[in-house]
């Protein structure tokens, strides 16, 4: 995708199968409204000084992205396959799907900085892959900013490619 505004950041549309898509790793739960507060903190802190910056623009910008998502601004909020991460008992770490023009689409996915770098970015991924190949969904499909090289390079890792 990309955007027509000057100096929004341009986006590719990735998509991978869900085939052959391996168990999950342990330790994520299931995304629940209560989480709202923590994870729109987590989300701002994971955007804060990388390309994706000014699609949340804060904290609150973080927790309006996120009320966006459940009600349905991006398709239908799909919570068996949005997923958290807790880390002392607080989330650090989300994945949150919705199913675009009937596609699966990971709207967001971020990690706080704090814990990077653990692998929790590609665990959860592997996690929403699992659930989606669970519900019978044989595709998932994202949008990334191009110039973010590192989500780019989880993605390609992760098998996904782009896609017109």
């Known amino acids: 995708?990309?955007?027509?505004?000057?100096?929004?950041?341009?986006?590719?549309?990735?998509?991978?199968?869900?085939?052959?898509?391996?168990?999950?790793?342990?330790?994520?739960?299931?995304?629940?409204?209560?989480?709202?507060?923590?994870?729109?903190?987590?989300?701002?802190?994971?955007?804060?000084?990388?390309?994706?910056?000014?699609?949340?623009?804060?904290?609150?910008?973080?927790?309006?992205?996120i009320r966006l998502t459940l009600d349905g601004e991006y398709g239908t909020f799909l919570p068996a396959a949005s997923f958290v991460a807790d880390r002392q008992e607080r989330p650090v770490a989300g994945a949150l799907v919705t199913l675009y023009k009937d596609l699966p689409l990971l709207a967001f996915l971020f990690v706080a900085p704090s814990h990077t770098g653990q692998g929790l970015g590609r665990d959860l991924v592997q996690t929403v892959m699992h659930?989606?190949?669970?519900?019978?969904?044989?595709t998932l499909t994202l949008a990334v900013t191009r110039r973010n090289r590192r989500?780019?390079?989880?993605?390609?890792?992760?098998?996904f490619v782009e896609v017109a």
Do not use: C, I, K
């Not at 659930?131 to 044989?138: F, I, N």
């Open 151 to 159: 989500a780019r390079h989880l993605y390609d890792s992760l098998g």
């Open 1 to 65: 995708m990309t955007s027509g505004t000057f100096g929004a950041p341009v986006r590719s549309r990735l998509q991978a199968p869900l085939h052959a898509t391996p168990p999950p790793p342990p330790g994520f739960r299931l995304f629940t409204g209560d989480d709202l507060p923590a994870l729109a903190a987590a989300m701002w802190d994971a955007y804060r000084g990388t390309p994706d910056e000014a699609d949340v623009e804060g904290p609150a910008g973080a927790a309006r992205e």
């Open 131 to 138: 659930a989606l190949a669970e519900q019978d969904h044989d």
